[in-house]
């Protein structure tokens, strides 16, 4: 079945397939940002603005250049983030969130705190599910 769903603020719809009606929402936000790194890179970007590859490396502690940079090409491909080149020389590149990213700021805050309240550090970090 095929199914539209609507962004209420600008109008604009996401192409999706989903085969029930009733969870095909749940779906299409979790195969946008369902990969490890994608709503942290989106947070990251939520809460210090358009960023620089190494800056915002540095502010996604623990990932690697080469998943960064997978991680960013896939949020741009699904028009969550916005790459523009800054200067040729050096090549500075900045990325921000697209309206459809920025949209996506009730759920990732949602998320910090459902994690803020209900997770706790493991007494065994070799137990960690992360």
């Not at 800056?55 to 996604?60: Q, R, T």
């Not at 896939?74 to 200067?87: A, H, M, N, P």
Request: charged content about 30%; aromatic content about 6%.
């Amino acid at each position: 079945m095929g199914d539209r769903t609507t962004d209420w603020e600008t109008g604009d719809t996401l192409e999706v397939w989903c085969a029930g009606e009733e969870w095909c929402p749940v779906t299409t936000t979790a195969t946008l940002i369902g990969k490890k790194w994608h709503p942290v890179i989106v947070h990251r970007l939520l809460e210090h603005g358009p960023s620089g590859f190494n800056e915002l490396k540095d502010n996604v502690d623990g990932i690697s250049s080469k998943v960064l940079s997978d991680s960013l090409d896939d949020l741009e491909g699904k028009q969550l983030v916005d790459r523009e080149i800054i200067s040729e020389k050096p090549v500075r590149v900045q990325y921000s969130l697209t309206e459809h990213g920025e949209s996506l700021e009730p759920v990732i805050y949602a998320m910090r705190d459902w994690g803020l309240e209900h997770i706790t550090e493991p007494a065994d970090k070799s137990a960690s599910i992360v």
